[in-house]
Antibody
Framework: QLQLQESGPGLVKPSETLSLTCTVSGGSISSSTSYYWGWIRQPPGKGPEWIGNIYYSGSTYYNPSLKSRVTISVDTSKNQFSLSLRSVTAADTAVYYC?????????WGQGTLVTVSS | EIVLTQSPGTLSLSPGERATLSCRASQSVSSSYLAWYQQKPGQAPRLLIYAASSRATGIPDRFSGSGSGTDFTLTISRLEPEDFVVYYCQQYGNSPYTFGQGTNLEIK
């Protein structure tokens, strides 16, 4: 059974960089050639927002609204992929989910709340 | 970017009734690449429907999806107590993928 688990700081100061890692178990990132690995966030009380996807080979696609501040990377040796979001503000406070994406999203991590505050 | 508008924002019904949730897109969704999710408090969304009308693995047949182009519908034929949570639609036919703002299904 595929499982995804987010990890990283729950509190980030304004203007700093938010960094999260997703560890995949129960399957190999490299073997899922028909899927992408993605990040989605959900501000409190709002709908989800797609951040971006990465393919196991390293090719990426980002939401244009965040593209200037986002980097998603993959480490197939550790079966992990990561999110970096620079110059955060309070508007970036959200639950961040990692996911296995085939357009629709069938597998989600449990999510991790990241609060941006000094 | 395709904007998805869900209606109503809140739907009040009783167990056993039929629920009809709407998702309207600001432009046509390519190849009916539209999904529906259910989200319970404190949990990640769960995929119910993909490609507008295909049920995901393990989803009860009381959930059904329909529609094409810009108008899509999620129908729950007979509401169970556990169905009274929030539902989102998502389009993945055009980048960036986008989600609706949600419909809250509450017990009347």
């Amino acid at each position: 059974q595929l499982q995804l688990q987010e990890s990283g700081p729950g509190l980030v100061k304004p203007s700093e960089t938010l960094s999260l890692t997703c560890t995949v178990s129960g399957g190999s990132i490299s073997s899922s050639t028909s899927y992408y690995w993605g990040w989605i966030r959900q501000p409190p009380g709002k709908g989800p927002e797609w951040i971006g996807n990465i393919y196991y080979s390293g090719s990426t696609y980002y939401n244009p609204s965040l593209k200037s501040r986002v980097t998603i990377s993959v480490d197939t040796s550790k079966n992990q992929f990561s999110l970096s979001l620079r110059s955060v503000t309070a508007a970036d406070t959200a639950v961040y989910y990692c996911a296995k994406v085939s357009g629709d999203i069938g597998y989600w991590g449990q999510g991790t709340l990241v609060t941006v505050s000094s | 970017e395709i904007v998805l508008t869900q209606s109503p924002g809140t739907l009040s019904l009783s167990p056993g009734e039929r629920a009809t949730l709407s998702c309207r897109a600001s432009q046509s969704v390519s190849s009916s690449y539209l999904a529906w999710y259910q989200q319970k408090p404190g949990q990640a969304p769960r995929l119910l429907i993909y490609a507008a009308s295909s049920r995901a693995t393990g989803i009860p047949d009381r959930f059904s999806g329909s529609g094409s182009g810009t108008d899509f519908t999620l129908t729950i034929s007979r509401l169970e107590p556990e169905d009274f949570v929030v539902y989102y639609c998502q389009q993945y036919g055009n980048s960036p993928y986008t989600f609706g703002q949600g419909t809250n299904l509450e017990i009347k």
